[in-house]
C-alpha cells in the first residue's frame, strides 16, 4: 500500500509504516499544491491519501480519483 501524508498531518507518522510506503507532500516535492492538483498528482501512485482535516468529499471528487 502506498500512503501520501498531507501537509496538514505530522509528517512523523510515515515513520509508522515500514519499508518506506509512505510519503509526505513535502517529500514529493508538492508543498502548497492545492487539493485538486494534489489528488491529480497522487492519481496513480498512491492509494492512500491521509489528511485531518474535513470537507475535502464536498470541494472535490474524491472518489474519482481512487483513494
Known amino acids: 500500500m502506498r500512503i501520501l501524508i498531507a501537509e496538514c498531518v505530522d509528517p ?8 518506506d510506503t509512505a510519503k509526505t507532500v513535502f517529500d514529493m ?4 499544491i492545492k487539493n485538486g492538483e494534489l489528488l491529480r498528482r497522487a492519481h496513480g501512485q498512491f492509494d ?8 475535502i468529499e464536498f470541494q472535490q471528487d474524491v472518489a474519482g480519483f481512487g483513494l
Open 48 to 55: 492512500v491519501f491521509v489528511r485531518i482535516d474535513k470537507g
Open 12 to 19: 512523523r507518522l510515515k515513520t509508522e509504516f515500514p519499508d
Open 29 to 32: 516535492g508538492w508543498s502548497g
